[in-house]
């Protein structure tokens, strides 16, 4: 019973963080994510409503879900009240109900992900000007990881190391995209992950130059870089993300530059990554390093993002944020460069930012390592 009481007591703290970085009345909350993040129950619940409503002055808490996932809600929702509402019901005259007893005159919500027919029903109720979006609270608060989301995200990512390492030591010439990416879904699952957080992305020859390709029916041969970039998602709803690019074969001149010029830009974003340093600095480093080599045009996006229970939170890593890196942060640094009608390469690790900075990755991603005999 003891362990319920610490599993509670992390929701209710998050609530409670959440409502003293507020300045609104009430809070409903309806991405599932955001509402697993601040209760610990997930439900999908496709097109009905579902609505987490936290009263900011008492920090009370109330579930709007529908009536169907009621075990789901009883088995592992940390809230006080439970609203569930039937088929065929308006959820929004208990909403109402529930916001007019907290005395809500001004609400907040999630900007981002409150579709337009739910915001006109809001207004039915409420005007303009009394709803507030809370996204930037809820996001710097789900970008500040503690120790045991730690230890979560580097059991995501054992298992996404593990996956990859079992397709490397057999081989892999002669096997298509979409082969090699289901052959990295059954070993993850093997390994304990409900799933893959995207993908694989696996990318062989020309296709390796798309940042965001689909594996398709392309056979990997020599000659190849294979791209490989995936994550897991593991039972607790932590997510991984890892990016290594294999060459098939022995390394061209132009393939060696090209993977060099990115390994030195991943190393320099990496140790660019320390506590407080202004989060365009690290992007600046990495591009840097491209630019020199003369690879600048190839490399066409930002440096990396944050991660947790979602594949892409706060920060980002970008040329135009000043932001400084904290406490608790989890990024990914990963450079690539992409040139069409060749190739491309990306390299992308996972770290936790600390008094002294974590790569929670550690798979080999020097050239020798890298490059799979035929």
């Keep these: 019973m003891k362990g319920m009481v610490t599993i509670t007591e ?4 998050r609530v409670e963080k959440l409502a003293e970085s507020l300045d609104v009345d009430a809070v409903v909350i309806t991405d599932p994510v955001n509402v697993f993040y601040f209760t610990g129950c997930f439900i999908e619940p496709h097109e009905r409503l579902l609505a987490l ?18 075990e789901i809600v009883n088995s592992q929702a940390t809230v006080t009240n439970h609203l569930p509402h ?19 005159g001004t609400i907040g919500i999630e900007g981002a992900h409150m579709i ?13 000007d009394q ?15 503690d120790e045991a989301d730690k230890e979560k995200l580097q059991e995501a990512v054992d298992i996404t190391e593990k996956a990859l390492a079992d397709l490397v030591n057999g081989p892999v010439s002669g096997k298509s995209e979409k082969e090699i990416a289901d052959f ?6 093997e390994y304990g992950a409900t799933g893959v ?16 390709g689909r594996s398709g029916d392309t056979v990997v041969e020599p000659g190849d870089f294979l791209l490989i970039d995936f994550g897991v998602v593991t039972k607790d709803r932590y997510v991984s993300d890892m ?8 390394p061209t001149e132009e393939q060696a530059a090209i993977y060099n010029a990115v390994l030195k830009a991943n190393k320099a974003g990496i140790s660019q990554s320390r506590l407080g340093e202004q989060m365009n600095t690290l992007d600046k480093v990495a591009r840097d390093e491209i630019q020199n080599d003369g690879y600048g045009e190839y490399f066409t996006h930002r440096i990396g993002h944050g991660l947790g229970i979602g594949l892409h939170e706060q920060p980002s890593l970008d040329s135009q944020n000043t932001d400084k890196l904290q406490k608790g942060h989890v990024i990914t640094i990963e450079p690539g460069v992409y040139k069409a009608g060749f190739g491309g390469v990306r390299i992308e690790d996972m770290l936790y930012i600390d008094d002294e900075t974590e790569v929670l990755t550690s798979f080999p991603k020097d050239i020798e390592s890298i490059t799979i005999e035929v």
Excluded: C, W
């Design 197 to 212: 957080s995207f993908g694989p992305l696996v990318l062989a020859g020309e296709n390796a130059a798309l940042p965001h």
């Design 131 to 145: 709803i507030r979006s809370v996204d930037k609270e809820i996001n710097a608060l789900r970008g500040r990881k």
């Design 184 to 189: 990295l879904l059954q070993k993850v699952k």
């Design 243 to 250: 990016t290594r690019t294999f060459i098939i074969g022995e």
């Design 86 to 104: 039937n088929d065929g019901e308006d959820p929004f005259d208990r909403l109402f109900e529930h916001l007019d007893q907290a005395q809500a």
């Design 116 to 128: 337009y027919d739910r915001y006109q029903r809001l207004l039915d109720n409420y005007t303009a």
């Design 10 to 13: 992390k929701y209710v703290k």
């Design 53 to 70: 409503l936290i009263d900011v002055k008492t920090k009370d808490t109330a579930l709007m879900y529908p009536a169907l996932d009621q």
